[in-house]
Structures are given as C-alpha cells and as structure tokens.
C-alpha cells in the first residue's frame, strides 16, 4: 500500500514538474516578439498614431499664422462706425469738407461715399 501510494505521489509530481515546465514556456513565448503579427499591427498603430500628431501639430500652427494674420474685429470697429457716422451725415446733407473734417476721411473716399449715395437716392 505503501508503495502504490509512493508511486501516485511520484506520478502527480511528474504531472505538476511537466505543468511547470509548460507555463515557463508559456510565459518565455509571452516575453518574446509576437509570432502572430501583433507586435506589428502596434507598431503600425503606434506610427498612425504619431504621423496623425504631427499631422495635427502642423495643422494647428498653420491655423495659429493665420490667426495673427486676420485683423483683429475689434480694431476695425472705430473704423466702422466712422463710415457709418459718415454715410449718415452724407444722407442728412453734410458737405464734402464737413464729412472729411468730422469723420477724418481723405476727400477720395468721402467723395466715394458721396458718389454711392448719389447712386442710391436716384434707383
């Protein structure tokens, strides 16, 4: 009885050594590169990935150039208002002079202005 129980002891060992045996292996093919492509397909990902990056870095820099090309709204606004004061005062009847002088306008365009006026009241 002894000697049967020795024996399945040995038998489980050897099973448990074996099982040892395989998830070392197991664990060996998990350390080193991917045989099925997948270490691949990441690295292709990770290139997709940083190429987009860039591609959206040099995006946004060129949106930042643009930016500072644009003139800012808020400049123009004193200058929006000058022509509107100006177009009113041309429809209330100012005079040439008035109009440069008030709305600090080179006489070519409030003689533009004039002109356009003109064009509007005859339609």
């Known amino acids: 009885m002894m000697?049967?129980?020795?024996?399945k002891q040995q038998h489980q060992h050897s099973?448990?050594?074996?099982?040892?045996?395989?998830?070392?292996q197991q664990m060996q093919q998990s350390a080193e590169p991917d045989t099925f492509g997948l270490d691949n397909d990441i690295q292709e990902v990770r290139?997709?990935?940083l190429a987009l990056g860039r591609?959206?870095?040099?995006?946004?820099a060129r949106?930042?150039?643009?930016?500072?090309?644009q003139p800012n709204p808020d400049d123009l606004e004193p200058?929006?208002?000058l022509y509107s004061r100006a177009v009113r005062m041309v429809e209330l009847g100012a005079d040439l002079?008035?109009?440069?002088?008030?709305?600090?306008?080179?006489?070519?365009?409030?003689?533009?202005?004039?002109?356009?006026?003109q064009q509007k009241a005859s339609r």
């Open 3 to 7: 000697l049967s129980v020795l024996r």
């Open 15 to 24: 099973q448990l050594q074996q099982q040892l045996v395989q998830l070392q």
């Open 47 to 49: 290139a997709g990935a």
């Open 63 to 69: 949106l930042d150039e643009l930016a500072e090309q």
């Open 55 to 60: 591609r959206i870095q040099a995006i946004e």
């Open 79 to 81: 200058e929006r208002r």
């Open 97 to 117: 002079d008035e109009i440069m002088r008030e709305c600090e306008l080179p006489r070519a365009e409030a003689e533009l202005l004039f002109s356009l006026h």
